[in-house]
């Protein structure tokens, strides 16, 4: 789609208010009133709907005019919007008009990988699914085929496959993000935090942020939140070798050497315990294991810790005392990408000790306790019984993960690394290729595979590699399953249909459907369509449908979340207290109060291999958006400037602007990509966006635009708790781009 002028001149402006956003602005870009990147007109249709750009689901009020969307504003009544949006979700118009968008069914015609496909009628891509299906159910069992799946619309085919009779379901959003925190949590308050987490950001005094980059991760309803604490007074601290968005709203930036967080937070232990700073009553009453925890940070002191952390004795005091001076209104955030370098549930439960000792859970100010409303689900038949044991880890190798790993499963595609083999994937809405560790490993696998098929929007990397392609109309064109969410205000939103499909796309629902009705599973499937569907489960709860599809959400009652409130503490926990000492750890070989180790150290001449987020871009996803890509159409490597003066092999000072190539510890090549020199970052480590870099033909704006950080990520440390795989263990050289290289 063309971007006309008018819309070219606003979203521009957006790009100069992101550069702004770090200086002395107080406002949060992109969450203003105005959000710059309005591009159209008010409608003279409305429809309320929720969002898909990111999986935070905020409401969106979507303008018709003329049957085309031409504005996405957030929906006021909706408790994760409160009448704004992001700029990705504002710019959602972005992925329903992207020309390059998967518009047909597709059967490959050349070698996997190829990217060479037939346009075919949905009767025939179908009946290829299903009869690859069956023919896998018949030969290996139905636990043979595993599904990936990332994105509301993930429901109807989970539904399919358990139907189907496979264990084999998992997100990229587990093993590869917030994996370790989940169990991290679960192992110490017996609660993990789920999504959207309900943390009381809004009330917080002071708010620590430990790697957790919000600002450039935009994740809507927790940007406002820090933003209004911010305008209130509160205090920020932020740890991270980067000095990020939010370090520049910061009274503390301490920049720690990447991968020595544990030091850091056994000091501030430390610290905490010996001036008798933590919150004594909270701590007798429902902790166990103070006295062992009080034992083991005896000696790791802000001194022993400095060397580690390359943060001063002084400074680590002084945010110790400063960070417990708030107490309980004292927030360790929590983070959600966790999984840096394999010691991951191990430093979350060194944060939730901290929380414990500073009584903020269950505290105003600090973590909530949050509900859901009751919804009835749809009356299925119940699913077969299927004995087998999920392929992801054999013999029960990591038995607190509490969801199936996404890397587990693609390693037991390659014969003989797991009980038995995965034949066939089923992949639903993620780039396995970007999202999931070592992308030639990812290949090797898809190569092993009698059968791969694709739904999705886009012609990304992973579609590429795909037997049969099935296009999935957007979510602005799609009504999905009803959002139950558990939150602080609890509430159920719909996604509802804003325009008619484009192309010969169709919604999930409808393929899921059609597929279950060629392998005998119909009995599964028994509405008309998803609204049907929707509906029969909200007046099934006593909820008022009309309110629901006029407003897009109803809203539950407030329910007490705070103790402050009334809520009297407990913990699912063995002891049913907050384990600062964890038996269930040790009893399965880990140690029961965090260790520090550590990490390995960048060889001569490379550096640590760190990535976050664009504030305009949600991972790979959104980097063919025309729309966003005007605000950041390419990623850069941040270079540390003392270091760029002086580069190993370049023969001269490295400049910002400048291409260049990262070589990773195995060899791996990036595509080209700038240099941005700066102070903003230490010396041992380099830092890039992720989800730019993109390979795939299909994309023709984004293909080829900066460089992948999935494809220098061939490396990765396993979690020995949860199986999380540990990314940020990658290193590189950086080379300066030369003629046959860009
Ligand atoms: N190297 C590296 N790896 C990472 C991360 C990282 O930062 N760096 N981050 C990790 C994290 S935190 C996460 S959560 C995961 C995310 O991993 P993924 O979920 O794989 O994220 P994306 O790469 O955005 O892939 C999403 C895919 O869904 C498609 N899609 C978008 N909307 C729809 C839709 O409505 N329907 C369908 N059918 N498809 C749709 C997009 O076109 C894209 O192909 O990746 C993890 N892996
Ligand atoms: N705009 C936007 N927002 C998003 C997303 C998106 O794609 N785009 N994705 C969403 C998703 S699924 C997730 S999981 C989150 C991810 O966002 P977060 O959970 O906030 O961040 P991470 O990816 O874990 O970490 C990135 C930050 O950690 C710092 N860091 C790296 N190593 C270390 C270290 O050793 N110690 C410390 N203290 N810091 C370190 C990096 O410099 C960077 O600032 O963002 C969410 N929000
Ligand atoms: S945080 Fe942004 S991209 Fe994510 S759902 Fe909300 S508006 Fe959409
Ligand atoms: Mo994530």
């Known amino acids: 789609m063309k971007v006309n002028r008018r819309q070219f001149i606003k979203i521009g402006a957006g790009a100069v208010g992101a550069t702004a956003f770090s200086g002395l602005t107080t406002r949060w870009w992109g969450l203003d009133k105005d959000p710059v990147?309005?591009?159209?007109?008010?409608?003279?249709?409305?429809?309320?709907?929720?969002?898909?750009?990111?999986?935070?689901?905020?409401?969106?009020?979507?303008?018709?005019?003329?049957?085309?969307?031409?504005?996405?504003?957030?929906?006021?009544?909706?408790?994760?919007?409160?009448?704004?949006?992001?700029?990705?979700?504002?710019?959602?118009?972005?992925?329903?008009?992207?020309?390059?968008?998967?518009?047909?069914?597709?059967?490959?015609?050349?070698?996997?990988?190829?990217?060479?496909?037939?346009?075919?009628?949905?009767?025939?891509?179908?009946?290829?699914?299903?009869?690859?299906?069956?023919?896998?159910?018949?030969?290996?069992?139905?636990?043979?085929l595993a599904l990936f799946t990332h994105g509301f619309g993930g429901s109807w085919f989970s539904h399919l496959i358990k139907a189907y009779g496979s264990p084999n379901i998992a997100a990229p959003s587990y093993a590869q993000c917030r994996g370790p925190r989940e169990v991290g949590y679960w192992l110490t308050f017996g609660q993990g935090l789920g999504s959207p987490e309900a943390i009381d950001m809004e009330h917080t005094r002071c708010l620590v942020l430990i790697g957790s980059h919000l600002g450039e991760n935009m994740h809507n309803t927790q940007v406002q939140d820090m933003s209004r604490a911010i305008a209130r007074g509160a205090e920020l601290v932020v740890v991270d070798p980067r000095f990020s968005t939010a370090a520049g709203k910061a009274r503390y930036w301490l920049p720690i050497k990447p991968g020595s967080d544990i030091a850091l937070l056994l000091a501030w232990m430390n610290v905490i315990i010996t001036e008798k700073r933590y919150d004594i009553d909270y701590v007798e009453k429902y902790t166990t294991g103070f006295d062992e925890l009080r034992a083991h940070v005896a000696d790791k002191t802000p001194e022993w810790a400095y060397p580690h952390t390359g943060i001063e004795p002084e400074r680590i005091r002084e945010t110790g005392r400063f960070i417990a001076s708030f107490k309980p209104a004292s927030l360790i955030h929590p983070g959600r990408r966790t999984t840096w370098y394999g010691d991951d549930t191990q430093r979350i439960r060194a944060m939730a000790i901290v929380a414990a000792l500073l009584g903020s859970w269950g505290r105003r100010g600090g973590y909530l306790l949050p509900s859901k409303m009751s919804l009835p689900r749809f009356p299925y038949t119940a699913y077969a019984y299927h004995p087998r044991e999920k392929a992801d880890r054999p013999g029960s190798l990591y038995p607190l993960a509490d969801e199936t790993l996404a890397s587990g499963l693609c390693d037991a595609t390659i014969p003989g690394k797991s009980v038995y083999d995965i034949k066939a994937w089923l992949v639903y809405g993620t780039n396995l290729l970007q999202s999931l560790p070592d992308p030639r490993q990812t290949k090797e696998a898809i190569q092993k595979l009698e059968f791969i098929a694709a739904i999705d929007v886009l012609p990304v990397e992973l579609t590429g590699w795909a037997d049969v392609v099935l296009p999935e109309s957007t979510y602005l064109e799609r009504c999905d399953d009803l959002h139950v969410a558990r939150y602080k205000e609890p509430f159920i939103a719909v996604r509802q249909p804003v325009v008619e499909p484009m192309y010969d796309s169709k919604p999930g629902w409808w393929i899921a459907r059609e597929l279950g009705r060629r392998l005998g599973l119909e009995d599964y499937f028994p509405w008309k369509d998803s609204v049907e569907y929707a509906l029969a489960r909200v007046k099934a709860g006593g909820y008022d449908c009309e309110e629901l599809k006029r407003t897009g959400v109803i809203r539950g009652k407030p329910v007490p979340v705070t103790e402050e409130?009334?809520?009297?503490?407990?913990?699912?926990?063995?002891?049913?207290?907050?384990?600062?000492?964890?038996?269930?750890?040790?009893?399965?070989?880990?140690?029961?109060?965090?260790?520090?180790?550590?990490?390995?150290?960048?060889?001569?001449?490379?550096?640590?291999?760190?990535?976050?987020?664009?504030?305009?871009?949600?991972?790979?996803?959104?980097?063919?958006?025309?729309?966003?890509?005007?605000?950041?159409?390419?990623?850069?490597?941040?270079?540390?400037?003392?270091?760029?003066?002086?580069?190993?092999?370049?023969?001269?000072?490295?400049?910002?602007?400048?291409?260049?190539?990262?070589?990773?510890?195995?060899?791996?090549?990036?595509?080209?990509?700038?240099?941005?020199?700066?102070?903003?970052?230490?010396?041992?480590?380099?830092?890039?966006?992720?989800g730019f870099g993109h390979t795939a033909k299909g994309l023709t704006f984004a293909r080829g635009r900066g460089a992948s950080d999935s494809e220098l990520i061939t490396r990765y440390k396993v979690d020995p708790i949860m199986g999380g795989t540990g990314m940020n263990v990658n290193f590189v050289r950086i080379e300066r781009a030369t003629a046959s290289t860009t």
């Open 37 to 144: 990147h309005d591009p159209g007109t008010e409608g003279t249709k409305v429809v309320p709907t929720f969002c898909e750009l990111c999986f935070w689901k905020c409401g969106v009020l979507a303008h018709v005019k003329d049957g085309r969307v031409t504005k996405l504003k957030g929906n006021p009544a909706h408790p994760l919007s409160r009448g704004k949006l992001c700029p990705r979700g504002t710019g959602g118009t972005g992925l329903l008009y992207d020309p390059d968008r998967l518009k047909r069914p597709m059967i490959r015609v050349e070698k996997r990988g190829e990217q060479v496909f037939e346009e075919v009628s949905w009767d025939a891509a179908l009946d290829e699914v299903a009869g690859k299906m069956l023919a896998i159910r018949e030969k290996h069992g139905p636990e043979a």
């Open 565 to 690: 409130e009334g809520v009297a503490l407990s913990f699912a926990t063995g002891s049913g207290k907050i384990e600062l000492y964890s038996k269930p750890l040790e009893m399965l070989g880990h140690d029961p109060m965090p260790v520090y180790r550590a990490p390995d150290e960048p060889p001569p001449g490379m550096f640590r291999l760190l990535f976050g987020r664009s504030p305009v871009h949600s991972f790979g996803r959104s980097t063919n958006n025309r729309f966003l890509a005007l605000a950041d159409p390419e990623n850069e490597v941040w270079v540390n400037a003392s270091v760029a003066r002086d580069l190993p092999g370049l023969g001269g000072p490295l400049k910002s602007g400048e291409l260049v190539v990262l070589v990773n510890q195995d060899g791996v090549r990036s595509q080209p990509v700038k240099a941005k020199v700066t102070q903003r970052i230490r010396g041992d480590c380099v830092y890039m966006v992720h």
